[in-house]
């Protein structure tokens, strides 16, 4: 009898959603996952950016991978939202991907509108279950993120989690998942 598919929920961030994560949440089936949107029933959980801090703190996760943590001590929000859209825009333009840059920012001002959501993530942020969770985590840091600070050391969780450092901005999981997808193998299998 062949064993059922893993159950992946993706957690998305401030001004998110699953039109921004459509190819990512493809891929993941086309891997042999199963995408589901109940964290409680998910054997992996995958948060992105703010999607982090809306992890429950009793699931029956084996694994929760952790894209672009938000958390940069002495660096401010409206800092890193403008160095994340100067960041995006050249790298999109400079490797020919602005259309698909459109199309996301499209979505993340669509996204901006889900006012409950984002009430969750500030709420989840407060309670700091997240860091917590430490020995089941994986964060995948990439390396040109200007919300997740370089210096991974400096992440306050209580137990240490499994850091994995990919090229790329912060959305990078949006337009390449093919790395976070064999990570997420790796570590969820």
Not at 44 to 56: D, M, N, Q
Request: proline share 8%; glycine share 8%.
């Amino acid at each position: 009898m062949p064993s059922a598919r893993p159950l992946v929920c993706m957690l998305y961030g401030f001004c998110e959603g699953p039109q921004v994560g459509k190819r990512f949440e493809r891929e993941l089936a086309r891997a042999g996952f199963q995408v589901t949107h109940d964290p409680m029933n998910a054997n992996i959980i995958i948060g992105h950016s703010g999607g982090c801090f809306l992890v429950p703190a009793r699931s029956r996760a084996k694994i929760i991978i952790q894209i672009g943590l938000p958390f940069w001590p002495n660096r401010s929000l409206p800092g890193s939202i403008w160095r994340k859209f100067i960041s995006d825009l050249h790298s999109h333009h400079r490797e020919g991907a602005l259309h698909f840059w459109l199309r996301k920012t499209f979505w993340n001002v669509t996204y901006f509108w889900n006012i409950p959501a984002n009430i969750r993530m500030l709420r989840g942020r407060r309670r700091g279950t997240l860091w917590r969770q430490g020995e089941r985590t994986v964060v995948i840091r990439p390396s040109m993120d200007t919300f997740c600070t370089s210096d991974v050391t400096a992440l306050p969780f209580t137990s240490a989690p499994k850091i994995v450092e990919l090229p790329g901005h912060h959305d990078q999981c949006w337009r390449d998942p093919a790395p976070y997808i064999a990570i997420i193998k790796t570590y969820g299998t």
